[in-house]
C-alpha cells in the first residue's frame, strides 16, 4: 500500500483541481485546445488509478492480476504522452513541420506501445513476473520510456520556441507549457531509474497542477475581466459615460433592499431635466443638442461627485444620494441652482432639478421618493421658465 499511497493522493488533487474541465460539457463549450487537454486528464486519471491497483496487487502477490494492470499501466501511460503531444500543437495554434512531427510522433508512439503490450502477452518483452511474483523490467520498457523522453522534450522545446515569438500572457502561457513538458521529461526520468517508486505519477501531479496556475486559472480570471468589462460597457450610457437606464434599474432594486433588511434607512433621489434641448435641436441640430447633454451632465457630476449619476431618458438624469452628498444635500442644491442661473444668463446648459429624501414612515417605495422629486422638478422647470 505504501506505493499506492502517492497515487491515491494524487488522483483525489487531480479531480480537485481539474473537476471543471473533466465535467461533462456542453458542446461548443471548450475550446479544441481545452477539449485536447480534456483528454489529457481523463488519460492521467486513468494512469492514477491502474498505477495504484498495481502497488496493492503487487504487494498482494497477485502476479497475473498484477501482470493485467500492468498492460493497462504502459497503455494508459502512451495515453498520456499521445493527449499531451496533441493539446500542445493544438493550444500553440501553429501549422508548421514541428506540429506535423510531433502529431506523427504521438500517433506512431500509441500504435509502437499497442504493439508492444500485445507482443508481451506472448512472449515477454517489455516486463515480466518470475515465479516469485517478482515484477521484472524488460529492455522494451526501457526503449518506451526513452521514446516518451524524447517526446516530452521535443514538445517541451516546440512550446519554447513559440514563446519567443510571442508576447503578454500569451508568452508566459506557452512557457508554461514548456515547463510542464520539462516536468514530465524529469520525472519519466526518474522513472527508468527505479521502476518501483512511482515517479511519473509525481510528474503528471506536478504538470497538471503548473498549467492549473499558470494557464487556466489564468484564462479563468481573463474571462472574468472581459465579462467584467462587457458588464461595465452595457451599463454605461454611450454619449454622456454615466450609468445608464439598466444600471439605474438594478441600482433600485439593491436600494430597496437594503432598506428592507434594514442596511439603510437614510437616501435621498435627485431628478434632473434640461430645459431648452427641444429648441437647441430644433434650431441648431441634434449634434448640438448631443453635446448640450453633455454639458449638463458634466455639471451634475461635478456637483453630485460622491454619487452615482444616471441617464434614464433622453434628457433626464437621476442621482441616487448617498453618504457625503445626502448630509450636504441642501448646500450641493443650492450651489448647483446658483450655477444653473448663471447659466441662463450666460446661454449655457439650463438644468432643473428636483430633490427628496427618503421618509420611512411616510414611504412604502422608492416610488414615493421619486414621485416627490419629480413633482418638485417640474415646479423648478416653471421656475426657470418664466424667471
Keep these: ?26 458542446r461548443g463549450t471548450l475550446t479544441e485546445a481545452e477539449y485536447r487537454y480534456r483528454q489529457f486528464l481523463f488519460a492521467v486519471m486513468f494512469y492514477y488509478f491502474s498505477d495504484i491497483f498495481w502497488g496493492v496487487l503487487y504487494e498482494a502477490g497477485l502476479s ?9 499501466y504502459f497503455l494508459s501511460m502512451a495515453f498520456t504522452v499521445f493527449y499531451w503531444t496533441h493539446f500542445v500543437v493544438t493550444y500553440l495554434n501553429k501549422d508548421n513541420l514541428f506540429k506535423r512531427v510531433l502529431i506523427f510522433s504521438g500517433w506512431l508512439f500509441l500504435g509502437t506501445q499497442v504493439l508492444i503490450l500485445v507482443i508481451n502477452i ?48 500569451e ?8 515547463l510542464s513538458g520539462i516536468i514530465m521529461t524529469f520525472f519519466v526520468l526518474l522513472q527508468t531509474l527505479d521502476a518501483f517508486l512511482p515517479f511519473y505519477a509525481m510528474g503528471c501531479l506536478l504538470a497538471t497542477c503548473t498549467i492549473h496556475t499558470f494557464i487556466y486559472r489564468d484564462k479563468i480570471e481573463e474571462r472574468s475581466r472581459e465579462i467584467g468589462n462587457m458588464r ?42 434640461l430645459n431648452y434641448l427641444k429648441y437647441v435641436n430644433d434650431t441648431m441640430g441634434h449634434e448640438m443638442g448631443d453635446k448640450y447633454i453633455k454639458e449638463a451632465c458634466s455639471q451634475i457630476c461635478k456637483w453630485f461627485q460622491h454619487s452615482p449619476v444616471y441617464r434614464i431618458g433622453g434628457d433626464e438624469f437621476v442621482v441616487l444620494l448617498k453618504g457625503v452628498d445626502y448630509d450636504n444635500r441642501e448646500m450641493i442644491l443650492k450651489d448647483f441652482n446658483d450655477e444653473v442661473h448663471r447659466n441662463k444668463l450666460e446661454g ?30 417640474y415646479q423648478r422647470k416653471q421656475e426657470l421658465k418664466w424667471n
Excluded: W
Aim: with cysteine; aromatic share 14%; hydrophobic share 45%.
Design 1 to 26: 500500500m505504501s506505493y499506492s499511497t502517492i497515487g491515491m493522493l494524487a488522483i483525489f488533487v487531480h479531480l480537485i483541481i481539474n473537476f471543471d474541465y473533466m465535467k461533462q460539457h456542453a
Design 232 to 273: 461595465r460597457i452595457a451599463y454605461i450610457d454611450a454619449l454622456t459615460g454615466v450609468k445608464n437606464k439598466m444600471a439605474y434599474t438594478e441600482a433600485v432594486a439593491e436600494l430597496e433592499r437594503r432598506v428592507r433588511d434594514g442596511i439603510m434607512s437614510a437616501y435621498g433621489v435627485a431628478i434632473f431635466d
Design 171 to 178: 508568452s508566459k502561457r506557452h512557457r508554461t507549457v514548456a
Design 64 to 72: 497475473a492480476l498484477a501482470f493485467i494492470d500492468t498492460t493497462f
Design 122 to 169: 506472448f512472449k515477454p518483452i517489455s516486463f515480466c513476473f518470475d515465479e516469485k511474483h517478482l515484477y521484472h523490467p524488460l529492455p522494451f520498457r526501457y526503449l518506451t520510456l526513452v521514446a516518451q523522453i524524447i517526446l516530452f522534450t521535443l514538445s517541451a522545446i516546440y512550446a519554447l520556441s513559440v514563446s519567443f515569438h510571442s508576447d503578454g500572457p
Design 348 to 377: 449655457k446648459a439650463v438644468v432643473s432639478v428636483g430633490c427628496a429624501s427618503y421618509q420611512p414612515k411616510v414611504d412604502r417605495t422608492y416610488d414615493d421618493v421619486f414621485r416627490r422629486a419629480d413633482k418638485l422638478m
